[in-house]
């Protein structure tokens, strides 16, 4: 069965750090970009940074460049997102995201479930 799972979530203090993890499975990993979504109460999903499947084409939001890095590991099939210098801001639901192509580009056809992330201020 096709599934991304995301753990790594959690409350954290501002200035503070987490990394989030994406498990995925085979058939949805492999020749795929992949992507980290997040959404706030009351706001619509939007985007966060993307991967290529080759690693060689990543790009974030302008408002997470510099504190964020997205990698990935295509033996494990795992994606991973840094995330330092952590804002109140940053609170949302993050969403592990495939993309239909092998570059980070257009929409994603495939989601996880989410994990929470609260930064305290």
């Known amino acids: 069965q096709v599934q991304l799972v995301e753990s790594g979530g959690g409350l954290v203090q501002a200035g503070g750090s987490l990394r989030l993890s994406c498990a995925a499975s085979?058939?949805?990993?492999?020749?795929?970009?992949m992507g980290w979504f997040r959404q706030a109460p009351g706001k619509e999903r939007e985007f966060v940074a993307g991967?290529?499947?080759?690693?060689?084409?990543?790009n974030y939001a302008d408002s997470v460049k510099g504190r964020c890095t997205i990698s990935r590991d295509n033996v494990k099939n795992m994606m991973n997102l840094q995330m330092n210098g952590l804002k109140p801001e940053d609170t949302a639901v993050y969403y592990c995201?495939?993309?239909?192509?092998?570059?980070?580009?257009?929409?994603?056809?495939?989601w996880g479930q989410g994990t929470q992330v609260t930064v305290s201020s």
């Open positions: 085979g058939r949805t990993f492999r020749g795929y970009a």
């Open positions: 995201a495939k993309y239909p192509l092998a570059v980070p580009t257009g929409a994603p056809d495939f």
């Open positions: 991967i290529s499947w080759s690693a060689g084409i990543i």
